[in-house]
């Protein structure tokens, strides 16, 4: 049942990087076979044991293994894990995971619609940003970080008469999240009128400035249900990638055998069952920029959030 990998991989772009980890440990490497050519035979067995000590290190430092890279384009790539017993109490029949999995897809929402909603979500962030390293928006309630806390946007811009989202805005928005929807309900068999769009569901922009406030500390592993309450379905939307404008920001899914990343991508999507079966969490930015919207689903009728809207 668990782990199971069904993934299709189309061609890979030209023009791969390759990550800065690898990079670095081959550099790491030279280094110490360099330093070693000038060394008396006695003071090469040092080495050598230098070197066998550096490869056992790196082989036990922890798996991290790369489920689906920025560098390939996955229509589906589909990882089945066993499901928890966080849903067992629960009634919500038709809705409720019977089967616990994490899917990426690239191509369900176009990299057009995903650019729209970037240039959406930084005009939006422009009027705040937290004076640590994560900054989100939410449409839905407004929320917005600024400095330490949040303010409400559409407040501030009624406020000051700004008219700064359009119709075309909220309508590429609603667009996506259905999308997003659908794929949701069908990967996992639900009806979908018995699945709900509920809160946060939100914009993220995250660099590397320092951390202020506990909300700016994303890299922190917690299980969407428990810190969230009403999830049962997380997904998200990258609009910007790994390796391009950014690097570290990985998400990583923790395991008991290894750890599974997903690196972002400009409109891949990504979505799993929110219980305790996906432990994750973000990796720190190291450079650049990260954005990214969560959109969260519930089988909770009474959870369910509307639609935000132009008006
Ligand atoms: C999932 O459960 C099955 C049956 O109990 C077990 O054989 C398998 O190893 C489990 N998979 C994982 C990834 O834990
Ligand atoms: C996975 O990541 C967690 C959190 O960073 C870490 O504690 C754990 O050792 C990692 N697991 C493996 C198998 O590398
Ligand atoms: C990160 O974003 C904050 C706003 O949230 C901004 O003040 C800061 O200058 C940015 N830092 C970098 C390194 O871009």
Known sequence: MGGKEKITRLKKPPGHHHHDRHRRKKHNWTKLLQNNKSLTVGSSFVGV???????YLQLTRGQLHTFVSALEHVTRAVYDVNCSKDYESEKFIECKPKRCARVVRDGLISEADAA????????????????GGASILDLHSGALSKGDIFINIYSLLKKDNIHLFTEEDFMVYKKTKDKIQHAIAEEFGIPINKLYLTKPTFFSRMNTTEAQTIHDEYWHAHIDKETYGSFHYTSLLYLTTYGQEFTGGRFIFIDPDKNRTVEPKLARVSFFTSGSENVHYVEKVEDGTRYAI??????????AISEPSFS
């Open 49 to 55: 044991g230098a070197i066998l000590v550096y490869v």
């Open 116 to 131: 729209y909603l970037l240039n959406v979500a930084k005009k939006g962030l422009a009027y705040g940003g937290s004076n």
């Open 294 to 303: 969560t959109i969260s689903f519930t089988c909770d009728p009474e959870q």
